[in-house]
């Protein structure tokens, strides 16, 4: 592989993973004033444990406590990292504007697909794209689009985590009703338990042992700022479905 080659996709890698961090941001950002508290309410007894290790750190430099002295680096290290995430959380929750302009959902596909590209490969995972040509335009936030669908397509592959490789798949499709058009994402994954199908879209819900149960929750909440539905059902033939509606203004010429 030449050396440009390389560098692209180190590139593309990069990229899906500063998405990936706006989408786990703006996760956070739902939390809105109750994360501003947060913030507030944290940092005192964080700024607390930082001055105390670093008085335990100078006290220490007369014994010969070696171990004692890394665990207190430690403490130091991620006192520091826990108040640059809570700095980065307070920049975000203040600075989302939305702002909706016109756009074509196969253009958010196609770009959703793109930032995922590199995600898929890592996994082992197909992705197909299936868009309707000639679908009317609609009014969105291209960010917050896309990001929906980041999570759409990053959640059907942590479901295709025990799938066996050659059938791991994420078909997208777009298409039109009357007065909508629309975007599904297919996985061929665990696909959803029925008792638990009536609460995915909650905040907080999980079934991951590292999950936030906060994705869905945000891609329900861009769906509604957006006058939108979201749906989600089981396919019969194993996987889950998810599907975005957005209603289009109908042009009615006298
Ligand atoms: P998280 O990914 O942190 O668990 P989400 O809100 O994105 O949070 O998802 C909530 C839950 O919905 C997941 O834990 C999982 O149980 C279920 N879920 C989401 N997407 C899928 C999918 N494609 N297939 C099966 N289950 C899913």
Do not use: C, W, Y
């Not at 040509?133 to 592959?157: A, F």
Request: hydrophobic share 45%; net charge negative.
């Amino acid at each position: 592989m030449g050396r440009d080659v390389t560098e692209r996709h180190r590139a593309a890698e990069a990229l899906v993973e500063a998405e990936r961090h706006l989408a786990h941001a703006s996760r956070l950002a739902l939390l809105g004033e109750l994360t501003a508290s947060i913030a507030h309410e944290i940092n005192q007894p964080l700024g607390a444990i930082l001055s105390n290790a670093e008085a335990a750190e100078m006290l220490m430099d007369s014994g010969e406590l070696g171990e004692l002295r890394q665990i207190l680096a430690d403490i130091r290290r991620d006192d520091l990292r826990a108040s640059e995430v809570i700095l980065n959380v307070r920049s975000l929750v203040g600075k989302r504007t939305p702002h909706f302009v016109e756009l074509r959902l196969n253009d958010m596909v196609d770009m959703a697909l793109r930032l995922a590209a590199a995600e898929a490969r890592r996994r082992g995972v197909l992705l197909e794209a299936h868009p309707e040509p000639g679908l009317p335009p609609i009014q969105g936030e291209p960010v917050q689009l896309k990001q929906l669908l980041l999570n759409l397509i990053i959640n059907g592959m942590d479901a295709m985590a025990g799938t066996p490789p050659a059938q791991r798949r994420i078909v997208v499709r777009t298409g039109r009703g009357p007065g909508r058009v629309e975007v599904s994402v297919a996985d061929a994954g665990h696909g959803i338990a029925p008792e638990k199908l009536p609460h995915i879209f909650e905040s907080f819900f999980t079934t991951k042992e590292h999950g936030m149960g906060l994705g869905l929750a945000m891609v329900r909440s861009i769906a509604e700022a957006h006058r939108g539905t979201m749906t989600a059902e089981n396919q019969p033939g194993g996987g889950a479905t998810f599907r975005l509606r957005l209603p289009v203004e109908e042009r009615h010429h006298p």
